[in-house]
Each structure stands twice: as structure tokens, then as C-alpha cells.
Antibody, heavy 122, light 110 residues
Framework: QVQLQESGPGLVKPSGTLSLTCAVS?????????WSWIRQPPGKGLEWIGE???????NYNPSLKSRVTISVDKSKNQFSLKLSSVTAADTAVYYC???????????????WGQGTLVTVSS | QSVLTQPPSVSGAPGQRVTISCTGS?????????VHWYQQLPGTAPKLLIY???NRPSGVPDRFSGSKSGTSASLAITGLQAEDEADYYC??????????FGTGTKVTVL
């Protein structure tokens, strides 16, 4: 059973960079799946941030693309998110998640982390 | 703002049937991309409920069903139960924005 666990600072100052890591257990990050970041502002809906494949290929939400970097560390079986120039609007619960099998075109999320709240405030 | 529109809320008495719509466009659902549904209980991560428009993962009760037609999709809950009270989100792919989620629907059991 694949498990995902987010970690990182819960408080980031405005104009700073938000950095989170998602540790993967029970499976390999080198499997044939895309690994994603999704966020949810308090009381609001889900927003897809972007995804990465173990090869390093990435796809980003166009609305966030200029500020987002997602990277993978195969040696640690984890992937990371960096979001720069943050404002209060970036305050949200951040989830990491795994898409289904690429070969089967399974573009849904069966596995999710528990989520971590990141607040942007001075 | 999401490109998939859902009603903000739906409600029903225990045992009743409720449906949640997910309205998209020709660049997402109408383009033939699959729709998936998630259930989110308060304070928890979303849980996959329906994938590939109408398929249920193992362990999801058959009270939940999904369908898709044209530029829209629907989630139906039959025999509504108290534990179904949650937020529900649809998800699809948009040719201009990549993965997209619906605006979300809160289901209330009266």
C-alpha cells in the first residue's frame, strides 16, 4: 500500500518561497506514475499545482507556472515543491498525490497524503 | 477559477437519491477526457470515489454511480446515508490547463 507524507514549514513570510517535500513509502517513486501537488485554500476547492515523472519531466498549472518548481529525488524516494513569491492567497492545505498507471491512462488520484497547512503571513 | 462547474450544495433525506452535476466544455469533458469523482470528509484528504466516468474502486459502495454525456458528468448517490455528508469534487483534463477540478458540492443529509 503506497503511502505519501508531506513535510515542511507551516508558516512562510510574504514574498518568500514555500518549500514542501512528499516522502513516498510502500512503493517506488520510479514506478510508472506521475506524482502531483494539489492545494486547497481554507474553505475552498481543490487546485492542481503540477506533476513530475521520475525522469524529471514536469507539467505545471499555467496560472502558477512562473512560480512553481517540482523536483524528484530518487535516492530518497521523494519529490518536492517550491513556490516562490508567495502571498496570502497561497495559504492552503497542500496535498501530494499519485496518479494511476500511465500505461492504462489512469489520470486519477488513488493515493493522497494527509495534507499540510501552509500559512503565508508575516 | 475552475473550468468545471458544480452546484454549491445538494441535500436529501436518508434513503433518497441525490445527483451532482459537473459541467465542463469542449476543451475538457466534451473533448472526451474521463471524469473522476472524489469524496472529502471534513478535515481529511479527498478519497477516490469514481474513476473513468463510471467505475468504482474496490471498497466503494454501489450506492455511488457516475455517468458522462456530452460536456457534463454526474454523480448519483442512492439510498443516501448520514455518512455520505461530505464535499464532492469532479476532476478531468483540460487541453489548455491540464488537470482541473470542479468547484465542489457539499452534500447535506437532512
Amino acid at each position: 500500500q503506497v503511502q505519501l507524507q508531506e513535510s515542511g514549514p507551516g508558516l512562510v513570510k510574504p514574498s518568500g518561497t514555500l518549500s514542501l517535500t512528499c516522502a513516498v513509502s510502500g512503493g517506488s517513486i520510479s514506478s510508472s506514475n506521475w506524482w502531483s501537488w494539489i492545494r486547497q485554500p481554507p474553505g475552498k476547492g481543490l487546485e492542481w499545482i503540477g506533476e513530475i515523472y521520475h525522469s524529471g519531466s514536469t507539467n505545471y498549472n499555467p496560472s502558477l507556472k512562473s512560480r512553481v518548481t517540482i523536483s524528484v529525488d530518487k535516492s530518497k524516494n521523494q519529490f518536492s515543491l517550491k513556490l516562490s513569491s508567495v502571498t496570502a492567497a497561497d495559504t492552503a492545505v497542500y496535498y501530494c498525490a499519485r496518479k494511476g498507471a500511465i500505461a492504462a491512462a489512469e489520470d486519477f488520484y488513488h493515493y493522497w497524503g494527509q495534507g499540510t497547512l501552509v500559512t503565508v503571513s508575516s | 477559477q475552475s473550468v468545471l462547474t458544480q452546484p454549491p450544495s445538494v441535500s436529501g433525506a436518508p434513503g433518497q437519491r441525490v445527483t451532482i452535476s459537473c459541467t465542463g466544455s469542449s476543451s475538457n469533458i466534451g473533448a472526451g477526457y474521463d471524469v473522476h469523482w472524489y469524496q472529502q470528509l471534513p478535515g481529511t484528504a479527498p478519497k477516490l470515489l469514481i474513476y473513468g466516468n463510471s467505475n468504482r474502486p474496490s471498497g466503494v459502495p454501489d450506492r455511488f454511480s457516475g455517468s458522462k454525456s456530452g460536456t457534463s458528468a454526474s454523480l448519483a448517490i442512492t439510498g443516501l446515508q448520514a455518512e455520505d455528508e461530505a464535499d464532492y469534487y469532479c476532476q478531468s483534463y483540460d487541453s489548455s490547463l491540464s488537470e482541473v477540478f470542479g468547484t465542489g458540492t457539499k452534500v447535506t443529509v437532512l
